[in-house]
Every structure is written in C-alpha cells, then in structure tokens.
C-alpha cells in the first residue's frame, strides 16, 4: 500500500542537538510539505517542496532545515537554533494542485527536546 | 496575510444532536479542505471544496462552501460518539504553477457524549 512513512514515533533530544525527522513517501508525489502542531493549535507550514532539489520556506522556517535530493524523502533537521522546537511534526504530500487533491499525512514525529 | 478562524474551538453536544462548524477566511480562494484528527494521530482528509456552492455529504457529515462569504461549514447530523475528534479546515491559495500551501485553522475539537 502506499502512503508516506515518517520516523521515528518519538524522539527524545537534549537542548543544543541538532535531529533530523525522516519522511519517505511511496506515492509518487511531487509536492512534499513539514508542518508543525502545538497542543491545541492548527498545523502551521515549515517548508515545503515542488520538485526535487527545490524547496520553498514556509511561515515558520527559523530554525530547521530541509533537503529534497530524492522524490520519495523529505528530512527535516531541526537545528539547535530552533527556540521552541518541542512539538508535534507532520510530514505530507500531494500529487500536484492541478488535480485538486488534498494533502496526504503521515502519522507524525512526537519531538521533545529537554 | 490569509486568516483562517473556525467557531466554536470546542463543541460538546449529545449523541442524536446536530451542530455546525464554521470556518472563515480572510482571502479570496476557491479551494478549501477539512481533515479530521484523532488524537495522536495524523490528520485524515475529508472532503475538498474547490467552487462556490459547493457541497459534499458522507454519512454524518456534510460541508458546503461560499466562496462569497469567505466560509465553509461543517455540518454533524445526528452525532455518535465515533465522530469525537478535532476538526480542521484548511484553505488554499491559488498561485500558477505553485505547490498547494495550505493555511489551516486552529480546530475544532468536537466531544459527543452518550
């Protein structure tokens, strides 16, 4: 089945590492997308990404870092540079916005960093 | 800069009860989203909404889109408790030859009680 796979489920850093959030998709999707969720709030965009090795800031991008060498993988870094970078991290994809079609998730990085 | 408000934040109504969410944006688009989220988990899409009048309905839910007014709704009828979740609309602006980047709102979480 296809579907976009983001590891790992939890991750546990101490203040001052930098950590890199996986995303790999097997949909064939072009577009690929990071959000961030804090308790209670909506998703907010961190970057983004059309085609490989092109990658767009989002609203919140201070403070993480993307690449997009491959279709299929989107890592995230998120740099010791990040002020508050506990949270809940989404990975997505979509096919192209000329179909029309919604953004697929993954099942999401829990990253608490103490 | 594109605002996406949804009423109420939290909704708790008794199974049988029907209810409305209301998602409000501040531009101009014709392509708007809702996702359901359980919570821990990811977000699963609902229905897309891509023109003025336009109306989708699976099972309980229904939702409807005015363009004119910048608004959607979110329609429960009937609620059982399997519906407990948080809600999310989400708008997209439209540039040519652009990925979607989707503006989420801040969510709904519904709580049906027995």
């Known amino acids: 089945d296809g579907g976009i796979t983001q590891s790992p489920k939890y991750l546990f850093r101490k203040e001052g590492q930098n950590v890199t959030l996986s995303c790999e998709q097997n949909?064939?999707?072009?577009?690929m997308y990071w959000y961030r969720q804090d308790p209670g709030q909506g998703l907010r965009l961190i970057y983004y990404?059309?085609?490989?090795?092109?990658?767009q800031k989002g609203d919140i991008a201070e403070g993480y870092s993307v690449s997009r060498e491959k279709k299929e993988s989107f890592p995230l870094t998120v740099t010791s540079a990040q002020k508050n970078p506990t949270a809940f991290y989404l990975c997505?994809?979509?096919?192209?916005?000329?179909?029309?079609?919604?953004?697929?998730f993954g099942n999401g990085t829990r990253l608490t960093v103490t | 800069e594109l605002k996406v408000e949804q009423n109420p934040l939290f909704l708790s109504m008794q199974e049988g009860k029907n209810y409305t969410i209301y998602c409000n944006y501040s531009?101009?688009?014709?392509?708007l989203y809702w996702y359901r989220q359980d919570p821990g988990k990811s977000l699963e899409s609902l229905f897309v909404?891509?023109?003025?009048?336009a109306v989708k309905q699976e099972g309980r839910l229904m939702a409807s889109l005015d363009t004119k007014a910048r608004l959607s709704t979110l329609h429960i009828t009937a609620a059982v408790h399997d519906l407990s979740a948080t809600y999310f609309c989400?708008?997209?602006?439209?540039?040519?030859?652009?990925?979607?980047?989707?503006?989420f709102g801040t969510g709904t979480r519904l709580q049906v009680t027995l």
């Open positions: 990404s059309q085609i490989v090795n092109d990658f």
């Open positions: 989400a708008v997209d602006i439209v540039n040519p030859g652009t990925a979607s980047k989707l503006t």
């Open positions: 531009t101009t688009s014709d392509r």
């Open positions: 997505a994809s979509s096919i192209d916005r000329e179909y029309n079609s919604p953004l697929h």
């Open positions: 949909l064939n999707h072009d577009a």
């Open positions: 909404l891509l023109s003025n009048g």
